[in-house]
């Protein structure tokens, strides 16, 4: 298994900022892609930033040159910095991994456990 651990969020005003973090653990194999998904109440879960490995990334349009998505192979981890922050991303934010395990060739898909942004108007 693959264990995803979040950190950061929290409460913040309009046009401020904040980081999340995350790290990933586990028998892992190979870690493909990594990134943020964000769900509001009574939204659908939707893609914010993925990276891949190799540096590609793919960034949600609605918060394209606000939010910056990397990622640290060596260490399994991933952050997004999120500036400009509007109430409309408000919503609670999911750690993503595409990994391989040690034990299986089989690639599945982990989350985390999932981490509240307020932003404030």
Same mark, same amino acid.
């Given at each position: 298994? /693959?264990? &995803?651990?979040?950190?950061?969020? *929290? &409460? /913040?005003?309009?046009?401020?900022? @904040?980081?999340?973090s #995350? $790290?990933?653990?586990?028998?892992?194999?190979?870690?493909?892609?990594?990134?943020?998904?964000?769900? $509001?109440? %009574? !939204?659908?879960?939707? &893609?914010?930033? @993925?990276?891949?490995?190799? *540096?590609?990334? !793919?960034?949600?349009?609605?918060?394209? %040159?606000?939010?910056?998505?990397?990622? =640290?192979?060596?260490? !399994?981890a991933?952050? &997004?910095?999120? !500036?400009?922050?509007?109430?409309? =991303?408000?919503? /609670?934010?999911? #750690?993503?991994?595409?990994?391989?395990?040690?034990?299986?060739?089989?690639?599945?898909?982990?989350?985390?456990? *999932?981490t509240?942004?307020?932003?404030?108007?």
């Amino acid at each position: 298994q /693959v264990q &995803l651990v979040e950190s950061g969020g *929290g &409460l /913040v005003q309009a046009g401020g900022s @904040l980081s999340l973090s #995350c $790290a990933a653990s586990g028998s892992i194999f190979s870690m493909n892609s990594m990134g943020w998904f964000r769900q $509001a109440p %009574g !939204n659908q879960r939707e &893609l914010v930033a @993925l990276i891949t490995r190799g *540096g590609s990334t !793919n960034v949600a349009a609605s918060v394209k %040159g606000r939010f910056t998505i990397s990622r =640290d192979n060596a260490r !399994n981890a991933v952050w &997004l910095q999120m !500036n400009s922050l509007k109430p409309e =991303d408000t919503a /609670v934010y999911y #750690c993503y991994a595409s990994a391989q395990l040690v034990t299986t060739p089989t690639t599945r898909d982990y989350w985390g456990q *999932g981490t509240q942004v307020t932003v404030s108007s």
